[in-house]
């Protein structure tokens, strides 16, 4: 072969390997309303910035006559790009060969790009399209999962890890997407379960469908596993896009900070009226949030799964920062199970990645009754509080309505190391509601009293003295656990001013192995 021969070698075998599966296959993806894994790539990175690796791999079993079927590549295409010019590591799994499922070598691939990211400090998106282990391959394909969980793990709160699940993505499978930061499925193309309807129905006698049992709508809504759901894989991708900018490239970056052009001393006249006189009237939390944000964009994490807290990434003055609102318009706002893991995660999250912690508090306390103690609700609830008091990053928290009892504790008040502490005028920072804390301080006199429209004025009399008194922000700001009492419609000017003022903030927890979060 001389030369020009070689070349051309060359140039054949990498038109066969970017073919995958072969056409047919491909046709088939397709058909499913679903994108190659070479596909996905081009769409996710920046254009022609992507650098391949390891396209000759091929798989080296030789069990059930798998050395007639020789795939470059082996079912993951594997490499680094760009996205906005900055460095991301990532791998696609390619279904058109083996139906995407995982050898020794595909499983190598893998870790040797998430080996590299760890070197070079920079995120790992993985996108997931497979059968699961390669059952020909049988234990060496169970090593190599393992494999790459550990790295998973490694790679944890140092590098930014995000899973994109376009297929299927089951059994043990699952667990390497469960061990990163941040899960998205696409709607009606994608599952995740650790049994399929199948087993379940052999096992449970229950019969449920692939959609209901891991589908995208229920892992956003109900177990939480998908914390971001995208109409189509396009859609998906360029969310990953969104996503990765407000990320710094490793734990000891900052989050990058971009050109802004909406001003930072922009006064919001209608934040002053976003508070309802009526106690009883809700309001919606994401109107403040996105009233203060730049250019009020709010990129929400988590958007279906327990809306009674928001949690997401914006930016103030081109500062990314991550947001914690309690949610009035459901379910009052109140602290649950699902609310505190839900913000728990996030918040650890932030404090990994160098991002600025700005919280919104409106919380009627934590949910009562039994399934919530049965459930747990003193170890989750806990959870949030630990993440908060953990948390090193700057924490600015606004109190904007109601901060009760051991909620208020927890979100990010000032004894929890929170930085910046202010409260709207309209808040009421105190043990309890005026309501609960009269019947319990009042309950004796109450029972005296048998007229009812007597005791309706006593009633109204003493909650107007118990309002006056402690639902202010005034009695917790004379102790000063407020910083400041601040004019609602300067909110943004008061956040921005106070990341500026902590950017420079240094604090640390006291040298350890690592905490005992209660799990
Ligand atoms: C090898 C596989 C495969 C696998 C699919 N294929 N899964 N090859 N190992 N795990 C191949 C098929 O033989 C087929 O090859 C091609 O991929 C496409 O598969 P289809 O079945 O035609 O596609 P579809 O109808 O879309 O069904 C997709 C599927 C189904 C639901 C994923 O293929 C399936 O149930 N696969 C097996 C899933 C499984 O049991 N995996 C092991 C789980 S245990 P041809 O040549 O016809 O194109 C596990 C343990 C991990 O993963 C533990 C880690 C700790």
Redesign the pocket.
Known sequence: MNSQDKIKQLIDLRERARKG?GEK?IK?QHS?GKHTARERIQILLDEGSFEEYDMFVTHRSHDFGLEQ?QYLADGVVTGHGTIDGRIVYLYSQD??V?????SETHAAKICKIMDQAMKVGAPVIGIND???????EGVR??AG??EI?ERNILASGVIPQISAIF??C????V?SPALTDFILMSDQTSYMFVT?PKVTKTVTGETISTEALGGAQMHASRSGVAHLVAGDEEEGLLMIRKLISYMPQNNVEDPPITECSDPIDRLEDSLNDAIPDNPNEPYDVKDVIFAIVDHNEFFEIHRQYAMNIVVGFAKFNGMPVGIVANQPNHMAGVLDIEASRKAARFVRFCDCFNLPIVTLVDVPGFLPGSAQEHGGIILHGAKLMFAYGEATVPKITITLKKSYGGAHDVMSSKQLRGDINYAWPTAEIAVMGPKGAIEILEGKTLKTIQEREEMLRFVQEKEKEYKEKFANPYEAARYGYIDDVIEPRNTRFRIVRALQTLASKKDMNPPKKHSNIPL
């Open positions: 599966g296959r088939v499913k079927q279904f058109t083996f139906g995407g499922s995982l497979s059968g699961g282990a390669r059952i020909q394909s169970l999962y393992a969980f297929g299927p089951a059994g043990g499978a667990y399929g």
